[in-house]
């Protein structure tokens, strides 16, 4: 089994809310990512977990605050948001750091 | 530094074999990923490949790798309809500069025409 899940699977908030998006796999990987992809366009990684600690911060704005909370849970805590953070958010996981990264289904989120 | 590249489209008949191809310019030993996007999907892992291999088969997928020209292919053979999706060329560095961080190329929208 190499699932991957996500929720919500839509979400819309307007810019002075706070909202979380959840990853949850349960394959005992440990590495885990969250990545953000724009339509037509390649994902961009946000941040790494390695070992359930923050190991990359791609210079993601302070308004988007991960969280790893065990193994097999990763969180990522949305604030004061703008319109062009509209996307859709995808986390993966893997055995090890630099293992095959598998993806969930995404949380596509508009912001208004 | 290190980039990824892919052709944007491809469009093929039903039951031809499909050829998407991608450069790396990377030299490290590093590991080489196909992934497939269907619209408002995440990304399926499809395959993957060391550089330190030529080829590999999974039933209708055969990844052929190039190491002096840098150069990795997906051929799809007997393609069908539900193979249309984007499909993305990766690449992570193996060792100990491995941070898990997957370059991508942009993309390769196959379209597959009935």
């Known amino acids: 089994d190499t699932e991957v899940t996500q929720t919500p699977k839509h979400l819309v908030m307007g810019m002075t809310n706070k909202k979380s998006l959840k990853c949850e796999q349960h394959?005992?990987?440990?590495?885990m990512y969250w990545y953000k992809q724009k339509a037509k366009k390649p994902p961009e990684l946000m941040f790494v977990?390695?070992?359930?600690?923050?190991?990359i911060n791609e210079s993601v704005p302070s308004r988007f605050s991960p969280e790893c909370p065990n193994s097999s849970l990763l969180n990522l805590h949305l604030h004061a948001l703008q319109p062009e953070d509209s996307a859709l958010y995808l986390c993966a996981s893997s055995q090890h750091p630099g293992y095959e990264q598998y993806f969930g289904p995404g949380t596509r989120l508009t912001v208004t | 530094g290190e980039d990824v590249e892919q052709s944007l489209f491809l469009s093929v008949r039903e039951g031809d074999s499909s050829v998407i191809n991608c450069t790396y310019t990377?030299?490290?030993?590093?590991?080489l990923y196909w992934y497939k996007q269907e619209p408002g999907a995440g990304l399926q892992l499809l395959t993957y490949i060391f550089s330190n291999m030529d080829m590999k088969q999974d039933q209708r997928l055969t990844v052929l790798l190039n190491k002096k020209d840098k150069h990795l292919s997906l051929r799809i053979a007997d393609t069908q309809t539900g193979d249309s999706a984007i499909y993305f060329c990766?690449?992570?560095?193996?060792?100990?500069?491995?941070?898990?961080?997957?370059?991508f190329g942009q993309g390769t929208t196959l379209q597959v025409k009935p």
């Open positions: 394959m005992g990987h440990r590495a």
């Open positions: 990377d030299s490290s030993s590093t590991y």
């Open positions: 990766a690449e992570t560095l193996h060792g100990s500069s491995n941070t898990g961080k997957l370059i």
């Open positions: 977990y390695s070992y359930e600690k923050l190991s």
